[in-house]
């Protein structure tokens, strides 16, 4: 007999106080009620004190589902999915033999396969590529492909394997009857087949055409393989003495380009104050054969220098005559310290009345004291790299003529050698040598801001000497 208790059970109502309480009427119809009561106060629970909201929602949902353990990418939250199955019937599978084409021996394999595809071919069967090669017959072999240090049983023993083995000539090499015949290499075996295949294609192929013949350079192989060989030979000595070589070369190319970017520089500078004095010098000729007429409705130019250049103000609108001497931005604060100094010791003011002759006379001079500190410090460069390869020149002469009796000396890279010719010989054609290879030590940035000061500090100095 079922008690009242498993009644209370079975439509989910709450227990009484006691269980052989009788179920009345009320407790049957009104359990829809008691349910959706019973599950409100069963979701409604507050967060607490000190946690975050967020953090809060990441560790329960609106129906206090736990967190899944690895992330999702559906968009239903933490429900789970449901698979959607369909309606239509499962496609049959069976379980069926096939034969793979690229077997010789007939070998029967099986698989499960829908029943559809009873009766088709393996579908891997259209990745089995055969290499082709070509058949030869006895008379093309007698006409064109007859060779003195091959005979006809040890070609076709060659082209048997190449087609058993798909080109793959290390196998090849590997299983040929180096007992029967000849013991040949790797370069061999390609060069008789490749020379075979470029002459049959050559006969076979149509009157008027240009065939495309493979060609194998088996000399070329051969070196490679010995130079790879040499290489992998190679010492740890001889590995880091290489290496050392390569960073002295990158160090002497570098110079080199320091050298070369540096003449490139000194040639613009003298080029550039060549061309302002013979411009100065046509502006003058040319002021002597106008009329005084003109000379007075037209404005000076200014003209381009290497030193300066101002800029056009041809906007339209007002302009100030002051804006002119303005230097521009191009000009570094260390050029216009050395400017404003020049300047003070000359005695000329650096802000002078704005006049148009004054204006043009003002940005003249200011672009030759620069082009003249350039030069300057060109000039103190090339002083200073002179005289290092001067000292180092002695250096190398007076360490040749000490090693000069036992007959060694060092050469440019500081190693001991034989030394066949004599200092004065050293000092007549090595010097060219000596400075096109080793050239000037390469600058640091400290180093170069010392140069730089100096120099400039030098020109002052040479100004101020009346």
């Not at 939250?77 to 793979?100: E, Q, S």
């Not at 070509?134 to 076709?156: I, N």
């Not at 007992?179 to 087949?193: A, G, N, T």
């Not at 460069?381 to 002469?397: G, I, K, T």
Request: contains cysteine; aromatic residues 8%; glycine residues 6%.
């Amino acid at each position: 007999m079922s008690t009242g208790a498993d009644v209370r059970d079975i439509l989910e109502l709450g227990g009484g106080d006691s269980e052989n309480t009788p179920i009345s009427k009320k407790d049957i119809i009104n359990s829809d009620k008691k349910k959706s009561k019973k599950s409100a106060e069963a979701l409604t629970f507050k967060r607490p004190e000190g946690m975050h909201r967020e953090v809060y929602a990441l560790l329960y949902s609106d129906k206090k589902d736990a967190p899944p353990l690895l992330p999702s990418d559906t968009t239903q939250g933490y429900r789970t999915v449901k698979a959607k199955l369909g309606c239509k019937k499962v496609r049959p599978w069976k379980w069926m033999p096939f034969t793979n084409p690229a077997r010789k021996d007939g070998a029967i394999f099986y698989h499960w396969r829908r029943l559809a595809d009873e009766g088709k071919d393996y579908p891997f069967a259209r990745f089995n590529k055969a290499v082709q090669v070509p058949v030869y017959s006895e008379q093309e072999y007698q006409m064109c492909l007859h060779d003195d240090g091959w005979t006809k049983a040890e070609t076709d023993h060659l082209f048997d394997l190449c087609k058993r083995f798909d080109l793959r000539f290390i196998v090849i090499h590997d299983r040929y009857d180096h007992q029967q015949f000849r013991k040949r290499s790797v370069e061999d075996l390609k060069e008789r087949y490749y020379s075979i295949c470029a002459k049959l294609t050559k006969i076979r192929a149509p009157t008027g055409a240009d065939p495309k013949l493979s060609v194998f350079d088996a000399g070329h192989e051969r070196r490679r393989k010995e130079q790879l060989e040499r290489l992998y030979n190679r010492t740890p000595e001889q590995v880091a003495e290489e290496e050392y070589l390569i960073q002295e070369l990158r160090k002497i190319e570098m110079r080199k380009k320091e050298r070369e970017k540096k003449t490139q520089d000194l040639q613009k500078l003298i080029i550039a104050a060549d061309n302002t004095t013979e411009m100065r010098r046509a502006e003058r000729k040319a002021a002597k054969k106008k009329l005084p007429q003109k000379k007075e409705t037209e404005k000076p130019t200014v003209p381009e220098t290497a030193g300066i250049k101002f800029p056009d103000f041809k906007s339209a609108g007002v302009t100030l005559r002051s804006q002119r001497m303005k230097l521009p931005s191009s000009v570094g604060q260390k050029k216009i310290k050395a400017i404003e100094q020049m300047l003070t010791e000359l005695g000329v003011d650096l802000n002078p009345m704005p006049t148009e002759e004054i204006v043009h006379m003002f940005n003249e001079l200011r672009s030759d004291l620069v082009l003249l500190y350039e030069l300057k410090q060109a000039y103190a460069n090339c002083e200073y790299e002179l005289q290092m390869l001067r000292h180092r020149y002695e250096a190398l002469a007076k360490a040749g003529t000490t090693n000069l009796a036992s007959g060694e000396g060092f050469g440019i890279d500081g190693q001991i050698g034989t030394v066949g010719t004599s200092s004065e010989e050293i000092k007549g054609e090595g010097k060219d040598q000596f400075i096109d290879v080793v050239g000037a030590a390469p600058l640091t940035p400290n180093s170069r801001k010392r140069r730089e000061s100096a120099s400039s500090c030098s020109s002052v100095k040479k100004l101020k000497k009346p």
